[in-house]
Structures are given as structure tokens and as C-alpha cells.
Antibody, heavy 119, light 112 residues
Framework: QVQLVESGGGVVQPGRSLRLSCETS????????MHWVRQAPGKGLEWVAV????????YFADSVKGRFTISRDNSKNTLYLQMDSLRPEDTAVYFC????????????WGQGTLVTVSS | QSALTQPASVSGSPGQSITISCTGT?????????VSWYQHHPGKAPKLIIY???QRPSGVSNRFSGSKSANTASLTVSGLQAEDEADYYC????????????FGGGTTVTVL
């Protein structure tokens, strides 16, 4: 059974950094495109970032461009999201999600990890 | 990129059918058939229920169906069941020069 498990969330002060991880199992991780999607409290889903299966291509939502970095370690079946210069508006549950290359939808999701940016 | 527009809530009695609309623009929903729908029970992982406007993944009930006309996509849930009570999100690929996805604001379905 495919599993995606996010970790690394917590409470952090504005301007500080946090790194999220998404560990996967029962899953051919190295052929999947991977995404981060977030949900602010009481709000809808927002796409955050995507990384190609080999890690060579990365794209970001305008709201996080220049502050967030996405990466992956295919030897560890793990996806990462490095979040720098965090702002209160980055407070959200962060989900990782998978996409079979060039299908443009998310077929598997994790349960999410909560990031709270507050002083 | 603005979020797609969904009704905040929809309700129905068991056995009835409900339809959730998802309105975008010619740059996203209207530009391709790359519209998908997700069911989300809070605290759990979202679940893909429709992709490419009207395709159902293996294992998803045929009570879920999707369609699209111009800039508006729709999800219909027929034979409403208690387990269908959840939040539903539409999503459209909106990439032009740069890959980008846009979601709707979500619709809470209540089974009366």
C-alpha cells in the first residue's frame, strides 16, 4: 500500500527556517513527479511547488518563490521542502503529493504536517 | 493566479444527487481537460476521485462523475451516502510558460 508521510512541522518565528520531509513507501518514488500543496487554516488548498522525477526541474508558486526550495533524495525515497524567511501567512498544513509524469493530477497524498509561523 | 470558484457548501439527503461547480477562466479550466477533483476528510489524506475532467481512478465509486463546459467544471455525486460527507476540491493545471496548478476554495458536502 502506497504511503506518503510528512514530518518536520512545528511552531517557528517569522523570518526563521524549517525543513519538511515526505517519506514514501511501497512506491516507485524515482519515477514520480512530486509536489507540495498547503492548506491554511479555514482555507482551501494551494499548490506550492513541484520537482521532476530526477530533480532537475523545479517550479514554485509566486507566493513562495525565492523563499522555498524543493528537493528529493531518490536513494531514500524522500521529498523535502526547505522553507526560509517564513511569514505568518505561510501557516498551513503542508501535504506532499505524487504525480505520474505529465498527467497533471495528484494521485497519492500524505496526511500533512502543520506549520505555524508565529512570534 | 486566482483560485477557482466553488460554492462553500452543498447539502443533500441520502440517495439524492448533488452537483458542485468549479468556475475558472480561459487560462485554466477553459484551456484544457486537465481538471481533477479531490475528496478530503479533515485530518486525512486527500483522495483523487476524478481526473481529466471525467475519468475515475480505479476503485472510485461510479457514483462520482465529472463534466466541463467552457470555463466551468462540475462534479456530481449521485446516490448520496453518509460517507460522502467531506470537503471537495477542484484543481486545474494552469501552466503556460511555467508549470502551475490552481485549486478551488473547496466545497463542504453535508448529508442531511
Amino acid at each position: 500500500q502506497v504511503q506518503l508521510v510528512e514530518s518536520g512541522g512545528g511552531v517557528v518565528q517569522p523570518g526563521r527556517s524549517l525543513r519538511l520531509s515526505c517519506e514514501t513507501s511501497a512506491f516507485m518514488f524515482d519515477i514520480y513527479v512530486m509536489h507540495w500543496v498547503r492548506q491554511a487554516p479555514g482555507k482551501g488548498l494551494e499548490w506550492v511547488a513541484v520537482i521532476s522525477s530526477d530533480g532537475s526541474n523545479k517550479y514554485f508558486a509566486d507566493s513562495v518563490k525565492g523563499r522555498f526550495t524543493i528537493s528529493r533524495d531518490n536513494s531514500k525515497n524522500t521529498l523535502y521542502l526547505q522553507m526560509d524567511s517564513l511569514r505568518p501567512e505561510d501557516t498551513a498544513v503542508y501535504f506532499c503529493a505524487s504525480e505520474v509524469s505529465e498527467t497533471y493530477f495528484f494521485d497519492y497524498w500524505g496526511q500533512g504536517t502543520l506549520v505555524t509561523v508565529s512570534s | 493566479q486566482s483560485a477557482l470558484t466553488q460554492p462553500a457548501s452543498v447539502s443533500g439527503s441520502p440517495g439524492q444527487s448533488i452537483t458542485i461547480s468549479c468556475t475558472g477562466t480561459s487560462r485554466d479550466v477553459g484551456s484544457s481537460n486537465l481538471v481533477s477533483w479531490y475528496q478530503h476528510h479533515p485530518g486525512k489524506a486527500p483522495k483523487l476521485i476524478i481526473y481529466d475532467v471525467a475519468q475515475r481512478p480505479s476503485g472510485v465509486s461510479n457514483r462520482f462523475s465529472g463534466s466541463k463546459s467552457a470555463n466551468t467544471a462540475s462534479l456530481t455525486v449521485s446516490g448520496l451516502q453518509a460517507e460522502d460527507e467531506a470537503d471537495y476540491y477542484c484543481c486545474s493545471y494552469a501552466g503556460g510558460g511555467t508549470p502551475n496548478w490552481v485549486f478551488g476554495g473547496g466545497t463542504t458536502v453535508t448529508v442531511l
